[in-house]
C-alpha cells in the first residue's frame, strides 16, 4: 500500500469558475497538484471520461489507489484497476461498507475533491478480484434514486476540498445536528470532533461507533440567548441491541470565541453505552 503524508489545514483561494484551495509549502513533496479542486459534477463527467483511469487517495489513511471509470450518468460507477488495488481499497474499508469517505482524484495535473462508498455492486468487467463498481460524488453528483445531491457525500466532499470548517460554521444549529448524524454514521471522528463542544474520549467514540441512523428529524427547538434546546426524532440500530425510536436532547451552544455553533449530546451517549 502506497502512503502519502495526510491531508491538514488547507488555505482557500477562490477562483470565480472553479473554488480551489492552495495547500501548505510541504504539501510540495506530495506527487499532486499545488490546489485541490471543488469541480462540479457536470464538469468532471467532460474531462474524465469513461475507460479513464486514475489515481485516489483517501484522506484519512493516505492510501492511494488506481481505478477505472466504467459508468454513471449522474456519478462516476469506478473499478479497482487490478487485485492489489482491490486489496488497497479493502484495506481502507477493512470490510465492504456503504459508508462515504473523503478521497482526492489525480487526474491528467488535476487534483479533485471527491467523495466514494466502498460496497461493490452492479456489473463489472475487470480482473480485480472486486464483484461489481462502486460510486464516486463530486460537487453536485447525484445518486440513482434521488434528484438531490447524497448529504453525506457532500459533506465529505467539503472535507476533501478543504472547506469542512467554513461549511460547518455556516450551519444552523439544526443543520449541525445533521452533520453530527453523518458523521456518525459513517464513522469520520474528525467531522464528528468538529461537531461538538467538548473533547470526547476514546470510550465515547468507540460507543457511538455502534450507532447508525436510519431516520432522524429535528422536532423543536427551545432558543436561548447563545444557546439552542434541539429535540430530534431519531431511529437508530444499536450493534448488538437492534433498533430503537426515540427522541434525544441535543444542545447547541454557540462558541464565543470562534462565533460557530458546537452541540453536547449526553443523551446520545447514553444509548451508545446502553
Known sequence: MKRLLF???LLCSISISESTFAVE???DLLPIDSEITLLPWEKVDE???RKAIFTMIDVESGASF???RRAGSKHADIQPLTKEDTRVLKGIYEEWSWKRRAVIVLYEGR????SMNGMPHGAGALD????GHFCLHFLNSTTHKTPTPDPAHHLMIMKASGQLDHFLMNQTPDELVDSLMLAINNTDTSILKKTLSKNITKTDLKALSRLSFTKWKVTKSTEKTFAQL???NVEVYIKDAGVITTTVEITAKKNPITNRWELEIPNLLTIANH
Open 25 to 27: 509549502p510541504f504539501y
Open 128 to 131: 480485480n478480484g472486486f464483484n
Open 230 to 232: 434541539i429535540h430530534t
Open 47 to 49: 474531462v474524465i471520461p
Open 111 to 114: 487534483t479533485i475533491a471527491a
Open 7 to 9: 491531508f491538514s489545514m
Open 66 to 68: 488506481q481505478v477505472q
